[in-house]
């Protein structure tokens, strides 16, 4: 028969008191100041925490940032189309005053013709008779020169007692300050005989002596229009009678369009 053997020393307070095995699973903790153990689980959490708050501050810094770089950028877009209407109306501005200077610089040249014929009656010599006038075209501008006057120039055809009556009118009218003296020249001269003598028979002019045509000189005179300004000669438009012209150059005087 089987004999159950059974030792109940080991149940024993003593025997498990000093039992290795039961020794070798306790774990022993130390025992005093826990103070670093808890500094070093505070670092531990602290790190991560600020790490993910400064993480997270730096995504909102970001996307604010982002938003005004966006907006600024749309302010820029519309500064820079602000800018090219700008630039769009200097440019205009800048064309319409240069047509407009065009067009008061080519006023500013215009000759009444009302005061060019009183300045020819003032300075035509009684022996020399005026036949035709004509205005001619502007010559063409010659470069490094200053431009022709674009009121062009005239000729005079007529006739004159003697040569020296005509050379008489031509220096009167190189003086003339509608005229460009250099360019005031004679054109052609020439001498035409008188007619042959005439008799009347009828009765009241019976026994009156024949009348004989003199002899004249055919002449053409030619000049240009000066380049002084009409705002420079208000003077002698004013003596000349023109009105008009000397008004409309004052207003353009006093709006300053034109320099006194």
Request: charge should be positive; glycine fraction near 6%; charged fraction near 25%.
């Amino acid at each position: 028969m089987y004999s159950l053997d059974i030792n109940f020393l080991q149940d024993r307070p003593e025997f498990q008191k000093n039992s290795p095995r039961q020794n070798a699973n306790k774990i022993s903790l130390p025992v005093g100041d826990l103070t670093l153990v808890y500094v070093g689980l505070a670092i531990g959490i602290c790190i991560p925490a600020l790490v993910g708050g400064g993480w997270w501050f730096l995504e909102a810094k970001n996307t604010e940032l982002e938003e005004e770089i966006a907006q600024l950028e749309q302010k820029n877009k519309k500064l820079d189309t602000e800018i090219g209407n700008i630039n769009k109306i200097k440019s205009q501005t800048k064309a319409i005053r240069a047509e407009g200077q065009a067009l008061v610089s080519v006023f500013d040249q215009i000759r009444p013709w009302s005061a060019m014929l009183q300045d020819l009656r003032d300075r035509i010599p009684a022996t020399v008779q005026i036949e035709n006038i004509t205005q001619t075209p502007p010559k063409a501008a010659v470069k490094g020169e200053p431009p022709p006057n674009p009121a062009g120039g005239i000729q005079i055809v007529g006739k004159a007692r003697s040569f020296n009556d005509v050379n008489d009118f031509l220096l009167t009218l190189q003086k003339s300050s509608f005229l460009k003296a250099e360019e005031t020249k004679i054109i052609r001269a020439s001498l035409v005989k008188g007619t042959a003598p005439r008799v009347f028979t009828g009765r009241r002019l019976s026994g009156a002596a024949p009348l004989t045509k003199p002899d004249l000189v055919q002449y053409t005179i030619r000049s240009t229009m000066s380049n002084i300004p009409a705002s420079e000669l208000i003077r002698e438009l004013e003596q000349k009678g023109t009105v008009g012209l000397v008004t409309r150059i004052r207003n353009l005087q006093q709006t300053g369009v034109l320099k006194k």
